[in-house]
């Protein structure tokens, strides 16, 4: 099951309903869902606890905005996540039409018109475009690569 899957199946429950087996499986699966329920139940929780002390107006009407600004500091920032599947897809993809390249009929073509000398510009920018690939990726996904590296490298970076 999917994570959004997830989030949209467990948003659907009822207070007091009891996740189903494929609900269940996937949390105790998944950290991330695991997070976001927990963030979820300590707003639902954070609500609760406000509605019970939240002054009330002469009307005997409840204040809602104390109630709503008091759970908006529990919940995640909202962020974009790209995942290093998308990552490496899009890499092997680049990687791939660079090496087929040579043998399409466009550059066949653009060789006959400026000559040999058209492919080293070419393939340099190309390179320089993985490069910049490459560090856009390790930049954006220094969390997941940290115990690689730790691993990898034995303990912390080099000053």
Not at 3 to 13: A, G, I, W
Not at 21 to 44: G, M, Q, W
Not at 91 to 108: E, H, Q, T, W
Request: proline fraction near 5%; include cysteine; charged fraction near 25%.
């Amino acid at each position: 099951m999917r994570c959004s899957t997830f989030l949209d199946r467990y948003d659907r429950l009822d207070a007091g309903e009891e996740t189903g087996f494929f609900l269940r499986l996937h949390l105790s699966n998944c950290p991330d869902c695991r997070r976001k329920v927990a963030h979820l139940e300590a707003a639902v929780s954070a609500w609760m606890e406000a509605d019970e002390a939240s002054p009330r107006t002469r009307e005997g009407g409840e204040i809602v905005d104390l109630r709503i600004m008091s759970a908006i500091g529990l919940l995640p920032r909202p962020r974009k996540e790209l995942h290093a599947r998308n990552w490496a897809v899009s890499g092997a993809v680049f990687l791939l039409s660079m090496a087929f390249i040579p043998f399409s009929k466009d550059f066949s073509f653009l060789r006959q018109v400026f000559g040999e000398g058209y492919s080293l510009p070419l393939f340099l920018v190309l390179g320089l475009g993985l490069a910049l690939f490459g560090v856009v990726f390790i930049g954006t996904h220094m969390e997941e690569l940290e115990p690689y590296v730790k691993r990898h490298l034995g303990g912390e970076p080099r000053t």
